[in-house]
C-alpha cells in the first residue's frame, strides 16, 4: 500500500513539473518569437525611413551643384543664351517650375519660358541668399508666380528653392542662378520606392521640417507641428525605431532618420517617418504567439501523462519481491 501510494505520488509530481515546463517554455518561445518579429518590423522602418531621407538629401544636394556648375558657364552673361539654357532645363526636368537668370540687383534677365523677365525679384529669399552663397530654401507656397504657372490640381503650388551667385573672374558678383522645383517632386520621391510595400496596411510616410511642422504626410497632420521624440533623435543623428503615441492618441511603430549630410550646402534638416500602427505591426507576432502558447498548452497533458508513466515504472517494485 505504501508503495503504490509512492507510485502514484512520484507519478503526479513528474506528471505536473512536465506539465509546468512545457507550459512556461510554451509562454517564453512566444514571447521571444514576437519580441524577434517585432524587432524585425521595427528595424524594417528604420531602413525604409533612412533610405528616404537619403534619396531626398542627396537629390537636393545634386540639385544644389547642378546650379553651382551652371554659375560658371561664361555666356550666361548674353540674356539670349541665357535663356535658351533655362528652357532647356525646363524641358529636361519635369520637377523644374521655374529657372531664371538675375543680373546683380535682382532684375530677371531670362526665365523658363520668359516667364518674370524685365520683373524684380530683388526681395525674394531665393536672390537675398543666393547673393550670398549658395543656398537651399524650405518648401514655401509660390508668391510672384502663382497665377504664372499651370496648376492642374487646384492646390497652393509650392516650391524648394535653390540658387547660387554668378561671379566674374574678379570675384564680383554678376547675378544669381534662381531655381523653384515644385514639391510634387517631393512627394513622388518620397512615395514612389514605397509602391513595393504598400501592401503592408497602415504604413505611412510623414515628412518633417525643421520647426517640426509636417511638409508631407496624412492630411490631418499636414501643416501641424509635430514635436515627437522621434524626430529629436532624427535631428540627433540617430537611425532607428520607436514605439510612440501620436496626437491622434494612438500608438505606432515609428521609424526614423535624418540625413544631414553636407555635400554642396547645408540641407534642410528634414526628417522622414515611416509609422505602422502597433496593432497592425504586431498582428503577425501576436499570430505566432498564440500558436506556440495553444500548441504548448494542447500538448502539455501529453508530456505530463508521459511523465506521469515513466514515473510510475520507475516506482514499480522488483518482480518477485515481497508486497
Known amino acids: 500500500m505504501v508503495i503504490l501510494s509512492l507510485r502514484n505520488l512520484m507519478g503526479a509530481t513528474t506528471g505536473t513539473i512536465v506539465l509546468l515546463l512545457a507550459l512556461v517554455h510554451g509562454i517564453l518561445s512566444g514571447w521571444e518569437a514576437e519580441r524577434v518579429l517585432n524587432q524585425e ?23 544644389a551643384a547642378l546650379t553651382q556648375v551652371l554659375t560658371q558657364v561664361e555666356a550666361l552673361g548674353d540674356p539670349a543664351v541665357a535663356q535658351r539654357i533655362v528652357d532647356q532645363m525646363g524641358d529636361q526636368d519635369p520637377a523644374l517650375a521655374w529657372a531664371g537668370i538675375t543680373d546683380k540687383d535682382g532684375k530677371v534677365v531670362a526665365g523658363t519660358r520668359g516667364i518674370l523677365v ?24 509660390a508668391v510672384l508666380l502663382a497665377k504664372l504657372l499651370p496648376n492642374v490640381t487646384g492646390e497652393p503650388l509650392r516650391f524648394v528653392d535653390v540658387s547660387a551667385p554668378i561671379k566674374g573672374q574678379d570675384g564680383s558678383v554678376r547675378g544669381v542662378v534662381a531655381v523653384h522645383y515644385s514639391w510634387d517632386w517631393a512627394r513622388r520621391l518620397v512615395t514612389d520606392p514605397l509602391s513595393p510595400m504598400q501592401g503592408r496596411s497602415g504604413l505611412e510616410t510623414i515628412l518633417v521640417a525643421a520647426d517640426n511642422r509636417v511638409l508631407l504626410g496624412p492630411r490631418d497632420l499636414l501643416g501641424s507641428m509635430l514635436p515627437l521624440e522621434s524626430t529629436r533623435r532624427a535631428r540627433e543623428g540617430m537611425v532607428g525605431w520607436r514605439v510612440e503615441r501620436w496626437p491622434d492618441g494612438k500608438d505606432y511603430i515609428t521609424g526614423f532618420a535624418a540625413d544631414q549630410r553636407q555635400r554642396v550646402v547645408k540641407g534642410l534638416a528634414w526628417t522622414v517617418l515611416v509609422r505602422q500602427p502597433v496593432e497592425i505591426a504586431y498582428a503577425p507576432a501576436d499570430g505566432i504567439r498564440y500558436l506556440i502558447f495553444w500548441s504548448g498548452l494542447g500538448l502539455a497533458p501529453l508530456f505530463g501523462a508521459l511523465g506521469w508513466l515513466v514515473a510510475n515504472r520507475i516506482a514499480r517494485p522488483p518482480q518477485g519481491s515481497d508486497r
Open 41 to 63: 518590423v521595427g528595424t524594417s522602418l528604420a531602413a525604409v525611413a533612412e533610405g528616404l531621407s537619403s534619396r531626398l538629401n542627396g537629390d537636393m544636394q545634386a540639385r
Open 118 to 141: 524685365g520683373q524684380s525679384i530683388a526681395q525674394r529669399p531665393v536672390y537675398v541668399e543666393g547673393i550670398k552663397g549658395t543656398f537651399m530654401g524650405d518648401v514655401h507656397e
